[in-house]
């Protein structure tokens, strides 16, 4: 898999992304496994960009805290993954080479021992692996550690709701025929030319219309 990537991720329980991981064959380290059983229930389908990243692109020349790699990544504009991103990535990521590893950008979840963790996604031999990594807040990373970060292609936007405006329903106005036919007249006798009775030239105008 060639980062950077969009994915739809989201929409599954905790137990059918266990059921994938193992139909396809993904290995899963044991304190992996407890961190699966408690992380927080996936969210509904998004599609996110993921992209993979190292604390030296972030501009580190040393190697940094995740607090402290987390604050520059979203200085550049990424977002962390949530826990359930590392499933669909492990699956998704078939072609992995041997020996490469890469961390999930996570927010630590406890694992077996208590000690904050994060998902670890790698292939050992020919076997793909969903691991885990310690996460203390005082370790530091190396500055060629792969991190995979998430941006979001197609946020929910929100969109305010008003109140249809109410209308106030107005009487029709109507006029009856002679009513229409004097003001008619009124109408002509002012803008015809001057001369006879003003009443029979309004008529008059009205009988040839």
């Not at 790698?122 to 969903?130: C, N, P, Q, T, V």
Request: net charge negative; aromatic share 8%; charged share 25%.
């Amino acid at each position: 898999m060639t980062f950077p990537i969009p994915l739809i991720v989201g929409g599954h329980s905790i137990k059918e992304l266990q059921k994938m991981l193992e139909e396809q064959g993904i290995h899963v380290s044991e304190n992996a496994k407890f961190m699966l059983e408690n992380m927080p229930e996936p969210k509904g389908k998004e599609t996110v960009k993921f992209v993979k990243i190292t604390p030296r692109e972030l501009g580190f020349s040393s190697p940094a805290t995740l607090s402290e790699i987390y604050a520059k990544a979203r200085e550049r504009g990424f977002d962390l993954c949530h826990a359930s991103d590392a499933v669909y990535l492990r699956l998704a990521d078939k072609d992995q080479l041997p020996g490469g590893w890469h961390f999930i950008g996570m927010q630590p979840i406890a694992g077996s021992d208590g000690s904050p963790d994060v998902f670890d996604c790698g292939r050992g031999g020919d076997d793909a692996w969903l691991d885990s990594r310690w996460a203390n807040s005082d370790g530091r990373w190396g500055l060629d550690d792969g991190i995979v970060l998430r941006r979001v292609l197609f946020p929910k936007i929100h969109r305010p709701s008003f109140p249809k405006p109410h209308l106030k329903s107005e009487p029709m106005i109507t006029f009856s025929s002679d009513t229409l036919k004097e003001a008619l007249i009124e109408l002509c006798n002012t803008l015809c030319p001057k001369g006879g009775t003003p009443l029979k030239r309004g008529e008059a105008i009205l009988e040839t219309a």
